[in-house]
């Protein structure tokens, strides 16, 4: 079974992400707010792609995607979407790639959103993050490449 890289994508009207009490990434208004997570064969080029797909999906209002009206997105590291709790009481992370290589990789899909022209914040690579947003729906979509 291949495994993908994924991301939980959601349609908001504001998100943010803090630090130690300190705003690291926000965005106002209609965007993304959208949490990547990288497993063991995640290459550049899967990165590159989920870019592509996240800039291009329609599920903003009126079926339009970032690309079509500027919005922003906000990208944040979630090792957690490989965490797997089929079996006892605690998820297991054994999918998730570990930070040296998962770093890079959702630095390159943040790199690739901007090089298409995305206004992109971003959250803190392994620090304790608290996540705000407004979901707009509520509207969830799970994207996988």
Known sequence: MMVAMRAVVQRVDGAS?????ETVGEIVGQGLCVLV??????????AAQLARKLWSVRILHDEKSCSDVDAPLLVISQFTLYGDARKGRRPTW???????????LVDEVVAQLRKLGAHVETGRFGAAMRVSLTNDGPFTVLVEV
């Open 17 to 21: 992400v803090v630090v130690d009490g």
């Open 37 to 46: 997570g990288v497993t063991h064969d995640d290459t550049p080029e899967k």
């Open 94 to 104: 054994n999918a998730a790639a570990p930070g040296g290589v998962a770093e890079p």
